[in-house]
């Protein structure tokens, strides 16, 4: 199935290179591939041939989650840090990852393939003292450094943005990550689970974007939680910015049978399926 245009496209997390041509088939707009057997870590580094056994059948945009370790589960087990600030070994090891998946000539420029990743560091005591939840901010020299070696793959930034919306320090963060160089930004506009309670700061972030130049037109790619029924909330609010300005990214995955209704790790055809369609018929306030 070929994508249907839509207010807000949609972005896919999978976790295989063969649900990623299941979200295609159903008419998924992009697709972030991540590790399988790693949603409940909030996402890993795939394997390199997760890509190179399904990138001659992608017609769409693919884009590589790196991310060495994940969270809850190793960030409280002794690491002594915060998710998304990693040792040096770890940020080795996302070198090595990209330069890994670029070396294979399977990803395609022209196809729109990329990167997600995003590095935090502790945000100065001026900002804590202001606003006690400020307390992270972007590592902007070391993702730049990823950047550009990524380049020219375009990089988004992913949910570690979360406890940097809801603070003093967001607009800072945006400026941050367009001086990356980054092309795009995958968050739920606060903490928490849920992007329906931050509807009203991610539509003034979108407003933030398009009002400065300097800010690269950044990508706000919307996920937390979005699903077919409230799909319809998020294009009545976000569907005024300009085509392409803002996405909608969700796993759609489909409950397990084996997990007490957990989810597991492949693609809700039906969830897709309804979530598509009511992009396609939702209205713009």
């Not at 997760?50 to 190793?74: D, F, H, N, Q």
């Not at 294009?235 to 209704?261: D, I, Y």
């Amino acid at each position: 199935m070929s994508p249907q245009p839509t207010q807000l496209p949609l972005e896919v997390a999978v976790f295989s290179g063969a649900n990623a041509i299941q979200a295609q088939n159903q008419g998924a707009h992009r697709v972030e591939l991540n590790a399988p057997g790693s949603y409940l870590r909030g996402g890993l580094t795939p394997p390199v041939d997760e890509l190179t056994s399904v990138s001659p059948w992608l017609k769409i945009p693919l884009r590589i989650m790196i991310r060495p370790v994940g969270a809850p589960l190793e960030s409280t087990t002794g690491r002594g840090r915060g998710d998304f600030m990693y040792i040096p070994a770890e940020f080795d090891a996302m070198k090595r990852s990209i330069a890994a998946f670029k070396a294979t000539g399977a990803m395609d420029v022209l196809r729109g393939d990329g990167f997600v990743f995003g590095i935090l560091t502790t945000a100065p005591t001026e900002h804590t003292e202001r606003d006690a939840r400020a307390r992270v901010r972007v590592d902007v020299p070391r993702c730049t450094e990823l950047v550009k070696l990524a380049s020219p793959f375009p990089c988004v930034f992913h949910r570690a943005f979360d406890p940097i919306a809801d603070t003093e320090l967001l607009h800072q963060g945006l400026r941050d990550l367009s001086a990356c160089g980054f092309d795009g930004l995958l968050t739920a506009g606060g903490a928490g689970p849920s992007h329906e309670a931050h509807l009203q700061r991610l539509d003034g972030m979108a407003f933030y974007i398009e009002m400065h130049r300097e800010l690269r037109d950044l990508q706000l790619v919307v996920g937390g939680g979005v699903r077919a029924h409230n799909a319809d909330r998020a294009v009545a609010k976000l569907g005024t910015h300009k085509h392409g300005r803002v996405w909608l990214h969700s796993a759609c995955l489909a409950r397990n049978p084996a997990g007490g209704g957990a989810a597991g790790e492949n693609v809700d055809d039906v969830e897709l399926r309804n979530l598509i369609s009511r992009l396609e018929l939702a209205r713009v306030d």
